[in-house]
């Protein structure tokens, strides 16, 4: 009996512990800024290399949820976070239109790659994008997709649309993993197949390969690449309990000149990985 | 392969070092599935007995019922929860997205039917002449209630490892309710699922290690238990 009676007052301990946590966990919440971003800004390590600039310039403490742009605008739209940092302007567009966001500001860029075996079986290396495209679809090279809904893929989708006019999602060399860039870059890589992907996750992957990665760099360079990454404030009209003031905070400071100043220093391997363009 | 040998020396380095993410995720586990783990004994334990002890109309279906939550797979609880809890959500008003006690919340939904089916089994496998016996000696229900389940302790025992070892597993709920953030809700399983995904597989298994080093000090902990019952 004696046992039940300690378990009793542990229980009632471990309850009184639980229910102290979450008083805690929810008024700790005045100066913390919810953002949800894209997987690129968090795998490269830019948001750890910028957070705490943000926090000692504003005392905003910056947490962040580091998702497909697909879910980071749902997360949004379901007003679960404050600010959003993504990179799918069509989709941004449609979404302030819808009223889901607001203040849309560009603030960097980089560009979509191709990249494949160095040996590059389907001999794509150099060639104009729609050519490559169409060669992989020929020859049925092996293609690796995200096939997450995040923003590489549905730009990757949208080249596929605008060079074979149908997205090749049923074909035998068409593999979907759902997953974020990194591992589908290492998918890509077991199977000797192509992918595309950001600049960014690229150089970070060429980082962890110490300079000598598997896959290599094969298509760049063409317009419709261009990788343009912005913020946006989630709209306070339709989620009064949104931080709107910290993210528009957050907002100003990512296009203010120390921001912008710090992403154009920010490098692995001695290479840029984000160009800042805010209001240019 | 060879990152699965970097893997020990770096989990052992972590460690040494006192590295901050990983105590910080260390923290965050420790406090999350103790958390759920109170609470879903403190639930199962009594259902469990009801459930085991009495008989009743629609006993049948509802054992049913609870063997079949034990499939409950934790990205559909992790789904579910993210649902009541988002600020659209019915419990919104409480902020419990993105907390350690919603993924407590998550992780209790996962636990209770472990509780609740295993204390039934341990308490239905006493032998029955036990009941017969208190009863028959002028005992009351509490006495009934108490002394079954000290009698059922090994079985209890059982349950509340089995539930501590999914506890401290699980994945879909932590990530989905919790969002992964660095020094917040970061779980050791979160940290492994991000090191896959960025390709950093010696970080991953060092990591898992460290949870094997946990569940194992845990087990350790309650084997004494055991040896004293």
């Known amino acids: ?280 | 392969m060879d990152f699965i040998l970097q893997g020990i020396l770096q989990a052992l380095e972590l460690l040494v070092r006192g590295d901050r993410e990983t105590y910080s995720a260390i923290v965050t586990t420790v406090k999350v599935s103790s958390c759920s783990m109170a609470a879903s004994l403190l639930l199962g334990l009594p259902l469990g007995y009801l459930l085991g002890y009495f008989t009743f109309p629609g006993k049948n279906g509802l054992r049913l019922t609870v063997d079949t939550l034990l499939a409950l797979p934790t990205v559909f609880i992790g789904l579910v929860v993210y649902a009541f809890l988002s600020n659209q959500g019915p419990l919104g008003n409480f902020g419990m997205l993105f907390t350690i006690t919603g993924i407590a919340i998550g992780q209790t939904i996962l636990a209770l039917p472990i509780v609740i089916a295993l204390t039934a089994t341990a308490v239905e496998s006493l032998d029955h002449s036990l009941r017969l016996t208190l009863i028959s000696l002028g005992a009351s229900q509490k006495q009934i209630f108490l002394t079954s389940l000290w009698e059922a302790r090994l079985g209890l025992l059982v349950a509340a490892i089995a539930a501590t070892g999914r506890v401290l597993t699980e994945v879909g709920i932590s990530m989905m309710v919790g969002g992964n953030i660095k020094w917040h809700t970061r779980t050791i399983t979160t940290a492994i699922a991000l090191e896959t995904n960025k390709g950093q597989f010696a970080t991953g298994i060092a990591l898992g290690l460290i949870l094997l080093a946990m569940a194992f000090s845990v087990n350790l902990s309650l084997s004494f238990l055991r040896r004293k019952a």
Not at chain 1, 30 to 36: E, K, M, S, V, W
Not at chain 1, 127 to 139: N, S, Y
Not at chain 1, 144 to 154: A, E, L, P, V, Y
């Open chain 1, 1 to 280: 009996m004696k046992t039940k009676v300690r378990k009793q007052l542990s229980n009632l301990v471990a309850i009184l512990m639980c229910s102290l946590l979450f008083v805690i966990s929810s008024y700790a919440g005045d100066r913390q800024l919810l953002l949800a971003t894209t997987t690129s800004t968090d795998n490269t390590g830019l948001l750890d290399y910028l957070a705490p600039m943000f926090t000692k310039a504003t005392g905003i403490e910056l947490k962040w949820v580091a998702t497909g742009t697909g879910k980071a605008l749902k997360l949004g739209e379901n007003c679960d976070a404050d600010v959003l940092l993504v990179h799918a302007p069509t989709a941004e567009e449609k979404y302030v239109e819808q009223g889901f966001g607001i203040n849309r500001r560009e603030l960097m860029y980089n560009d979509f790659v191709i990249i494949g075996p160095a040996a590059d079986p389907a001999a794509i290396n150099k060639k104009e994008l729609q050519l490559a495209l169409e060669t992989i679809r020929d020859k049925e090279a092996l293609f690796i997709s995200r096939g997450d809904n995040s923003g590489t893929n549905k730009k990757e989708i949208a080249l596929w649309e605008e060079s074979l006019s149908t997205i090749p999602e049923k074909e035998s060399w068409y593999l979907q993993t759902g997953q974020g860039m990194l591992a589908t870059i290492n998918v890509a890589a077991e199977r000797n197949g192509y992918t595309m992907t950001d600049r960014g996750t690229y150089i970070k992957y060429e980082a962890n390969h110490k300079g000598s990665p598997p896959l290599v760099i094969l298509v760049a360079g063409d317009k419709s690449l261009f990788n343009q990454y912005s913020v946006l404030e989630v709209n306070p009209e339709r989620c009064p309990k949104v931080k709107n003031d910290l993210a528009k905070q957050f907002s100003d400071w990512m296009a203010g000149a120390e921001a912008q100043k710090a992403i154009d220093d920010f490098r692995l391997m001695e290479k840029q990985l984000f160009t800042p363009n805010a209001g240019r």
